[in-house]
Every structure is written in structure tokens, then in C-alpha cells.
């Protein structure tokens, strides 16, 4: 729920509260406004027979005052009551307001009945009661709709920072740049927010440079460490010392780990801060990247007697990609495939408009098989695999808006990783 529909729903409780309160006032109240009015008429016409008789006047008799004055000679209950009496001209029942009272006129005592139709008070009522509860319907309407229309001029300079917020992309290298609107507090918050990205600007740029830096400097040494180490092991002198040749060799094969490592994590942080520029992606053909790459694995395919199927689809169109990545999207997925196999298995490799399939028989494993894109999660704790392969896959297809899974049907030998291209 956003803030604007949560401020008019309190308005509209309140409001509607009191329309309610109102409206139940109004209908109770005025009924008895209008009664008090009629007792008000019968008490004036009492007191005008009162002096009419004291003047020594004869009571009315015309037709019109006769129907709402009654006379009789037996005692009756003095004081106001309601009743009902037939209207002969609409022949029906209707309504009147009455008032009785001892009158002595000379030759006895006499009651007198004197009533008030009631028939114009409920229609009086009625259109009353229509016109003030829609002149606070309209009210309550144009409170919520003023309040609503006040809010959005109010909130506008929010709304545009939250856009601004959505869209920002700290890998642009720049600022927020928010306006100072007129005011106060949404002032206060673009010049907070321009503080923060501008930090966050600085912070990642240091971060950025720390990284390339530390990246060019902790290479150069690892490849003279391992050229020399190559060197060292052609020796003439070191081949008759087994052990020092053994110690040297595993100081090789240490040293290449570690340079494989860091290329790894490199190429991971690079991925994490998004520093392949998109002017770099050019169409790239997977096949051929895909066929030149199975080339290069030939001869580790024959050592390790396995059987490769290859499936593309004809007329594959090009994706729009980074070429040093297509080629390391490619290189991990048909690594692991190899690593991971049995000695005479099976490497399946199928291409098409929607979607890459690496699919290899390999040990069983257990649990969730998607947890192998995590860093340095290995299906064999002993492997000299660093375990980033298909975390550096899962970042290239994050890269690329592309989704990647891992298939393992329990019990069976067979992993299948797939590539899902976006449209």
C-alpha cells in the first residue's frame, strides 16, 4: 500500500465517521425539531381561542378550522398526543398532531381538540433530509477527492526521486544529481541521497581501481614464478636429484593452480562490477566458438576415452556478446563436463535458437545440484579444481539476462547443464 492510498483511507474513515455521526444526528434531530414546532402552532391557535372566548367571541365554524378543531362535552385526556384521521379527498389515513384542553365558553365546560397535519412536516422532513445528506455526501466526496489531488502535488518531488532511485546504476560513474525542491524535508532527502551516491561514486571507483591494480601486480609475479620454475625443472643438474625434482614439480603444479585462481576470481570481480563495456559485445557465433573449443579439448577427450555426440541446430543466428566471455561461457561448461565424467563416458553437447545443453554421465551426487554455483563448491573436496566454474558460468548468464540450471535425476549418471538464451 502506498503512502497516498494509506493518508486517504484515514481521511475516508474520518470523514465517513463523521458523515455517519452526522447523518444519525440529523435523523433523530429533526423530527423533533419539527414536532416542537407543531406544539409551538397548536399552543399559538390555543391561546387564540383562549382570548377569542375571553372577548366574548363565538369559536370559529367555518369548514377549514372545523376539520382541525374538535369539540366535545365529555372530559378527555388533556394535553399533546398523536393520531390518525381519514382524509376524505385522498381517502387515506393521515397523520395529524393534536392538543386538548378544558375551555369554559359560557355554557359549560368544553374540550377542545385542536390538531396540525403532519403531512407537510414528513415531506418537509424527508426533502430536508435528502438535501443536507447530500450536501455531506458531496462533502465527504470532495474532501477524499481534494485531499487526493493536494497529496499528488505534494508527493510529486518523492515520486521523482523513487524514479530516480529505480534507474540510478552506480557503474555509470556518476552521481544522483537530484533537484532541491521547494520543500523542506524532500529537500533534505535529494541532498542526503546526492551526499550518499556521491560517496558510493567515490568508493567504487577506488574499489575498481584497487582491483585492477592488485590484479596486474599479483599476476606479474606468478608468471615469472611459474617461468622459472619451468626453467628450473629443465635444469641438467636437478635430473639427478629425484627429490628436488618432485618438490619443484609440485611447486609447478601449485603455482598453476594458484595463476588459475586468480584469473577466476578476477574475472568474477570483474563480472560483479559489470567492467565489460557494452561497446565491446560483438554478434559472436556460438558454434564456432563451441566447435574451436572442442578442438582444443580433443586430446584430453581420447586421454580420458570419451564419447562425444555434438547437436546444433542449422542456421543459428549470432548472440551479442562479449567475446572473451562467449569463449569462457564455453570453456567451463565443457571443462566441467570432462573433469567431472567417467573414464569411457559420454559428453553430449546440443545447440539451439533457445537454449545450450552440456550433458555428461558422472558420479551420483546428493542434494540440491544448483548448490555447485556457489564459489569453490566442488563435487570432490580433493579435486585440484578451485571450484569456480560454474559460478563464473552462472555470473556470465546473470551478465547476459540468460538462465542456467543444473538436471540431475537422482540415480541415474547423467548431469545436464542448460543455457536458456533470452529472446
Not at 381519514?86 to 377542545?112: H, K, N
Not at 562467449?326 to 566441467?336: E, K
Request: with cysteine; glycine share 6%.
Amino acid at each position: 500500500m502506498n503512502l497516498l492510498t494509506a493518508t486517504t483511507r484515514y481521511y475516508l474513515l474520518l470523514t465517513t465517521g463523521l458523515f455517519v455521526l452526522a447523518s444519525a444526528l440529523l435523523y433523530a434531530g429533526l423530527p423533533q425539531v419539527l414536532r416542537h414546532e407543531t406544539d409551538e402552532q397548536l399552543l399559538s391557535e390555543r391561546l387564540t381561542l383562549q382570548r377569542r372566548v375571553a372577548r366574548g367571541q363565538p369559536l370559529p365554524t367555518d369548514l377549514l378550522f372545523a376539520y382541525q378543531l374538535g369539540r366535545s362535552r365529555q372530559p378527555r385526556r388533556l394535553g399533546y398526543s398523536d393520531t390518525l384521521l381519514l382524509d376524505e379527498r385522498e381517502q387515506e389515513l393521515v397523520p395529524f398532531r393534536q392538543l386538548t384542553f378544558r375551555l369554559d365558553a359560557g355554557r359549560g365546560p368544553e374540550w377542545l381538540t385542536l390538531r396540525q397535519s403532519l403531512v407537510e412536516r414528513h415531506d418537509l422532513r424527508r426533502v430536508l433530509l435528502e438535501v443536507l445528506l447530500g450536501a455531506l455526501g458531496l462533502l465527504l466526496l470532495g474532501v477524499v477527492g481534494l485531499n487526493r489531488w493536494v497529496a499528488r502535488r505534494l508527493w510529486r518531488p518523492f515520486e521523482h526521486t523513487l524514479a530516480r532511485l529505480r534507474s540510478y546504476d552506480l557503474h555509470q560513474h556518476r552521481p544522483l544529481g537530484l533537484p532541491r525542491p521547494p520543500i523542506t524535508q524532500f529537500a533534505e532527502l535529494n541532498h542526503a541521497l546526492n551526499q550518499l551516491s556521491e560517496r558510493l561514486v567515490a568508493d567504487y571507483e577506488s574499489l575498481r581501481q584497487f582491483t585492477e591494480n592488485a590484479s596486474h601486480e599479483t599476476q606479474t609475479p606468478l608468471a615469472i614464478i611459474q617461468a622459472q620454475l619451468e626453467q628450473l625443472l629443465q635444469a641438467p643438474t636437478l635430473a639427478a636429484d629425484e627429490a628436488t625434482l618432485t618438490l619443484v614439480g609440485e611447486l609447478l603444479k601449485t603455482t598453476r593452480r594458484l595463476s588459475r585462481l586468480h584469473q577466476s576470481l578476477t574475472l568474477l570481480s570483474r563480472l560483479e562490477n559489470q567492467q565489460f563495456a557494452p561497446a565491446e559485445a560483438v554478434p559472436v557465433h556460438l558454434e564456432q566458438v563451441l566447435r574451436d573449443r572442442l578442438d582444443l579439448l580433443g586430446p584430453l577427450l581420447e586421454a580420458r576415452d570419451l564419447h562425444l555426440t555434438l547437436d546444433v541446430e542449422p542456421g543459428l543466428p549470432p548472440h551479442l556478446l562479449h567475446p572473451g566471455l562467449a569463449d569462457s561461457l564455453v570453456q567451463n561448461l565443457l571443462q566441467n563436463a570432462i573433469k567431472h565424467n567417467h573414464p569411457g563416458g559420454i559428453l553430449a553437447v546440443a545447440l539451439s535458437k533457445a537454449a545450450l545443453e552440456v550433458s555428461n554421465t558422472g558420479p551420483a551426487i546428493a542434494g540440491d545440484p544448483n548448490r555447485f554455483f556457489e564459489r569453490f563448491r566442488k563435487h570432490n573436496a580433493a579435486s585440484d579444481s578451485p571450484g569456480l566454474g560454474l559460478s563464473i558460468v552462472q555470473h556470465i548468464c546473470s551478465y547476459y539476462g540468460f538462465r542456467v540450471r543444473y538436471d540431475y535425476v537422482a540415480g541415474t549418471s547423467w548431469h545436464t547443464l542448460r543455457v536458456e538464451f533470452t529472446t
